[in-house]
Each structure stands twice: as C-alpha cells, then as structure tokens.
C-alpha cells in the first residue's frame, strides 16, 4: 500500500541524506534515481523499504539502535536521525553491543587493519555517520581507492552543516566549515562559501531554501533543513569522533591514509 509521508517519515529522511553517495556509487544498491523520486515525491511504499535496506554500510548502526532501544523498526525517524545528525540514543547502546556489531559486519572486509581499527570500539565511539567516516572508510579502502584527495572524500562524506547565503533555483550557497588536515590532525577549518545543490531537473527534497536557513549537506546536496537542537546535536558528534582520532588512538585511520 503506497503512502504519503506527512512530514517524512524515517525512510524519507534516510532516503534524504543516502541519495547523495549512492549517487556516486559510493554504497547501496544501482538505483539513484529511484531514491530521487521516492525523496521527492515524498512516497513510502515497500520499494523505498528494499532500496534502504540494500544500504549495507548504515544498516548495523541502525540495527544495533532498534537492539538497545527496543524499537521495532531499524528505519524508525528517530534511529535514522541519530545515525545521520544524532541524538541521545546513540549514548544507549553499550560498547559491547557496538563492538559485536562491527565485528560481525567489517571484521572481513578491513582484514589487516582490523587490530588498528579495534582500538576506536572503546574510545568513545557511538553509532553516528562520523563514525563511519573518520573510523571505518580509512580500513575498508574506500580513501585510497578514490581518485580524490582522501581529505576531500572525509569532508565530503562526512554530515556537514552551514547557513544559506544565497539561494537561486536548483543551487544555493551555504557558508560551512570544511574539514582541514595539519599533517598530524584533522580540524574544522574557517567558515566558507560553497555552491551546493538543493534540486536537480526540478526534484527536490525539502522547500526551496531561503538565506539564514541552517541545513545539513552530504557531498554536494543539502539534504534537510536543522533546528538548533540538530545542529548541536551533528556538532557534538562530530566533534566527538574527530577527538577520539586526534588524541585517543594509537593508529588512528585517517592519520594513516594520508600520512
């Protein structure tokens, strides 16, 4: 039965912020465009359901959440809030749970590194995007495989949030504070400008935005509006596991991809 998401719904709001790598072939299954209409035109039926549940990468975050909350559902808006912006479920899930859960899904795929990768499991870690970027993407190749800087692919990758300066058609330009590296760790560098997309062939995700607006931004799309709340929220995460790679770790992933 096909239904309309008033507000969207927790497989709206995965679909939001997924569309952006998946689009890139970053992860999920090959169908894009698919997750562009269904985020568009705001319709949850059971074919979003499949799509989001070929996202092999949020899955055992999402996963582990619904465990330790009791939640049904693994796409439930709150578990999928928390994992891309956060919010106090991710302080519920215990270290050991987290642990068995990265094991069971990464253990295989980071071979060799996944000594190094251990140490990140009780420093602090929670179940949050920046976790998978700053932690996991150094271990499973996916930084020097690409053709990028690796620096780039961590700011890319990575939630970030910035204030509309401008917004005109299908772009807009948002002030952020992109990801910097010292050659020893990784910081938030100087507020600047940046042209991002928030349509494409008149498809779009929320409401043409409008100067002032705080938005949260995967790769080059704005994928939703932030209140205050959601934006300390991805400011305290973040902030978070950028600490736990710069002082907390012995190998720190990151530090070793691109040194």
Not at 11 to 33: E, I, K, S, V
Not at 92 to 113: I, K, N, P
Not at 154 to 172: M, N, Q, Y
């Amino acid at each position: 039965m096909t239904q309309h998401a008033a507000g969207g719904d927790g497989l709206q709001l995965f679909a939001r912020y997924a569309y952006p790598p998946n689009l890139r072939g970053f992860c999920g299954p090959d169908d894009h465009q698919a997750l562009l209409q269904y985020g568009a035109s705001g319709v949850t039926d059971p074919g979003l359901a499949r799509l989001a549940q070929a996202f092999a990468g949020p899955l055992p975050y999402l996963t582990v959440m619904a465990e330790a909350t009791g939640i049904a559902d693994p796409f439930d808006r709150r578990l999928v809030e928390a994992y891309w912006v956060g919010n106090p479920i991710l302080d519920r899930v215990t270290v050991g749970a987290f642990g068995s859960v990265l094991d069971e899904r990464f253990r295989r795929q980071m071979g060799g590194g996944w000594g190094f990768f251990e140490e990140a499991i009780p420093a602090g870690s929670v179940p949050h995007h920046s976790f998978h970027v700053f932690a996991v993407y150094p271990w499973v190749g996916l930084l020097r495989g690409e053709q990028a800087e690796p620096l780039v692919v961590l700011d890319r990758c990575r939630i970030r949030w910035g204030t509309v300066l401008e917004s005109a058609g299908e772009t807009a330009v948002v002030r952020s504070r992109p990801l910097e590296w010292d050659g020893k760790r990784l910081h938030l560098g100087d507020g600047q400008a940046e042209v991002v997309r928030q349509a494409t062939d008149g498809l779009r995700f929320i409401d043409p935005l409008r100067p002032g607006d705080l938005v949260s931004l995967h790769w080059d799309w704005v994928c939703d509006r932030l209140d205050r709340r959601s934006l300390g929220y991805l400011q305290r995460y973040t902030s978070r596991h950028l600490d736990m790679v710069n002082e907390r770790l012995a190998h720190p992933g990151p530090a070793m991809a691109m040194g």
